[in-house]
Every structure is written in structure tokens, then in C-alpha cells.
């Protein structure tokens, strides 16, 4: 069964200032997706970012990109110039190409200092 | 839809009774899914619809909880003889199959048991 793992339950970073969170996953499929998720206090979820496994390059989203690291296992998420509307869960996910199941990691609070 | 509706948005009950959440998915979206959050914790998959069919019920924490779908469309999560510990946000999502496409939330619906 496929597990994702974000190890890092909260994190701070200084407002302009970059950080990186974390995810690994374990799987033994070749095909699948990636995501980003964030949540903020209203408990909407919205997608971040995504990755498709069969794409090797990294997936950008403005300030938001990925390390993407298939023999690893790892898909990173580096936000850049954080802002004070950042601050929220975010959320890593693996969707199965195979069969469409998502599972989520356990997510990491982000707090961003004014 | 314009987006995934779920009902009611909050249900506090008591223990011992039952509760149905209902989630109205986007039209057109042939999968959805169901995800427990506990307060500050990550999502818990509990179950996931290809269709009207259930391919995957592991995440089902015990055999008080059941979901239905009928037309590829709404779903409902009954929980019976509500314990305390089913006191959480249940959120669904709903998702284009075989697409590399996110899934999209609702609101959610929080359950309290007291």
C-alpha cells in the first residue's frame, strides 16, 4: 500500500524568506501524481501545486515549485518570498495512475513572522 | 455544480445515534472520495467511489460506518451509534477519473458527539 510521509509538523519562516517542506512517499508504481495541497483557517482545501510522476522536470507555480526526486521518493515544495496569506497546513498527496485512490500525508502547519 | 456541496455543515448529535453527511460531488466527476479530519491532524482516507462502486473500503474505521453512491452522483456516509470518537471534520472530494486533474473539496461537515 502506498504511504506518504511529511515529516516536518510545523515550520516558520520569515516573511520574503524562502522555506522548503517536505514529503516522501513509498509506492511500487511507476505511474502516478503528486500534489500540494494547503489549507487555511477557512478549511478549504486548494491545490497548490502538482507533478506528474512521468515528468521529470519540476512543476512551478509562481512562487511555488517542486524537487521532484522519483528514485527518492521525495517531492519537495519551496515557496519563495513568503507571504502572511501562506501561512496555512499544507498537505502532500499521491494519486495512483492505477486505480485513482489519494492518500494524504499528515500534513505541516506553516507559520510565516511578520 | 459549481463546486463539491456537502450537508449539513455542522451536525452535533448524540451519542449512541446515528448521522448521515451527504456530498454533492461536480457533475461529471466519476470519482469521489472521503477523508476524516481530526482537529489539527491530516486526512484519514476512509473510502473512495469509481462510479457507484467502492473499490476501496479499507480506510472504514469500524463497521459503524458505511457510504453509498447512487447515479455516479451524490454519496452518503452514515455513521451508526455515534461514539466520541467519531467527532471530527468529514470532508469530501470529488475528481475527473483517469485524469490527472485534483481532486476538489467541499466544505466539509463537522460532527460533534457529545
Known amino acids: 500500500a502506498q504511504t506518504v510521509t511529511q515529516s516536518q509538523p510545523e515550520m516558520s519562516v520569515q516573511e520574503a524568506e524562502t522555506v522548503t517542506l517536505s514529503c516522501t512517499y513509498d509506492t511500487s508504481e511507476s505511474d502516478y501524481y503528486l500534489f500540494w495541497y494547503k489549507q487555511p483557517p477557512s478549511r478549504q482545501m486548494i491545490l497548490v501545486i502538482r507533478?506528474?510522476?512521468?515528468?521529470?522536470q519540476n512543476a512551478t507555480e509562481n512562487r511555488f515549485s517542486v524537487n521532484f526526486q522519483k528514485a527518492a521518493k521525495s517531492f519537495s515544495l519551496k515557496i519563495s518570498d513568503s507571504q502572511l496569506g501562506d501561512a496555512a497546513m499544507y498537505f502532500c498527496?499521491?494519486?495512483?495512475?492505477?486505480?485513482?485512490?489519494?492518500?494524504f500525508g499528515k500534513g505541516t502547519r506553516l507559520h510565516i513572522l511578520p | 455544480g459549481a463546486g463539491v456541496s456537502q450537508s449539513p455543515s455542522n451536525k452535533v448529535t448524540e451519542k449512541g445515534k446515528d448521522v448521515e453527511l451527504r456530498c454533492d460531488p461536480i457533475?461529471?466527476?466519476?470519482?469521489l472520495y472521503w477523508y476524516r479530519q481530526r482537529l489539527g491532524q491530516g486526512l484519514e482516507f476512509l473510502i473512495y467511489?469509481?462510479?457507484?462502486?467502492?473499490?476501496?473500503k479499507s480506510g472504514l474505521p469500524s463497521d459503524r460506518f458505511s457510504a453509498e453512491r447512487t447515479g455516479e452522483s451524490v454519496s452518503t456516509l452514515t455513521i451508526q451509534r455515534t461514539q466520541q470518537e467519531d467527532s471530527a471534520v468529514y470532508l469530501c472530494?470529488?475528481?475527473?477519473?483517469?485524469?490527472?486533474?485534483?481532486?476538489?473539496f467541499g466544505q466539509g461537515t463537522r460532527l460533534t458527539v457529545v
Open positions: 507533478q506528474e510522476a512521468y515528468k521529470q
Open positions: 472530494a470529488s475528481s475527473l477519473y483517469r485524469e490527472n486533474t485534483e481532486a476538489f
Open positions: 457533475s461529471g466527476h466519476t470519482a
Open positions: 498527496a499521491y494519486r495512483s495512475a492505477r486505480n485513482d485512490k489519494i492518500i
Open positions: 467511489f469509481q462510479g457507484n462502486s467502492a473499490p476501496d
